[in-house]
């Protein structure tokens, strides 16, 4: 089993559509839960960060952690023909200092917003 | 501010040859880190530094070989490429404690034939 599992995709939605993206995790030691947004050949950006169960809100993103569970989700509301992109869950365990660099990805999924 | 630089943008090999990327970054940041994307495989890490003079493996090392004499640049070096080799490879960097904000370059594509 992966330490990070994330469905593929692709997913396709009309304009203002809710788009839900979701992740799981095997590692109880995850403390760090991150989505990052990816444009056609770009490098992946860091969209949303939390390190606590519960929800954190961004404008039109929502980021969504449940521990228990080890299930993070990114919600995104009214969605856009900007946001179409491939969206990579990653994770980290807190490392030696307090670092958290070492993040591990899942694999993404394509998203595409139809206007 | 130029960020994380990665050259070539693009790189057609054959079989056997060497090669290097390139990765520059400006922001003194500890951690720097490579990835190769490929289809369905999803960001993968190859190698990673804490600090000049200091490198580790990641997932995926076998064929790769880095080093880190100053905290700007961070190669990666292809020993004797591989059609499997062929990815797009990623530089990434952060703060040591800042970790969950990775900045990446723009990638190289890199073909083995």
């Known amino acids: 089993q992966k330490e990070v599992e994330q469905d593929p995709g692709p997913l396709s939605v009309p304009e203002g559509a809710i788009v839900s993206l979701n992740c799981t995790y095997s590692?109880?030691?995850?403390?760090?839960f991150m989505w990052y947004r990816q444009y056609s050949r770009k490098g992946p950006e860091l969209l949303m960060y939390t390190y606590s169960s519960g929800n954190k809100e961004d404008g039109r993103f929502t980021a969504q952690v449940d521990k228990s569970s080890k299930y993070i989700s990114l919600f995104i509301r009214d969605s856009q023909p900007s946001d179409s992109a491939t969206y990579l869950c990653?994770?980290?365990?807190?490392?030696?200092?307090?670092?958290?660099?070492?993040?591990?990805f899942g694999k993404g999924t394509l998203l595409t917003v139809n206007p | 501010n130029a960020g994380v630089t990665q050259t070539p943008k693009f790189q057609v090999l054959k079989t056997g040859q060497s090669m290097t990327l390139q990765c520059a970054q400006d922001?003194?940041?500890?951690?720097m880190s490579w990835y190769r994307q490929d289809p369905g495989m999803g960001l993968r890490l190859i190698h990673y530094s804490v600090g000049a003079g200091i490198t580790d493996q990641g997932e995926v090392p076998n064929g790769y070989n880095v080093s880190r004499s100053t905290t700007e640049d961070f190669p990666l070096r292809l020993l004797s490429a591989a059609p499997s080799q062929t990815s797009v490879y990623f530089c990434?960097?952060?703060?040591?404690?800042?970790?969950?904000?990775?900045?990446f370059g723009s990638g190289t594509q890199l073909s083995v034939l």
């Open positions: 590692n109880s030691a995850f403390q760090y």
């Open positions: 990434a960097s952060s703060s040591y404690l800042r970790g969950e904000k990775l900045f």
């Open positions: 990653a994770m980290s365990a807190r490392g030696s200092g307090g670092s958290n660099y070492k993040l591990t």
């Open positions: 922001m003194n940041h500890e951690y």
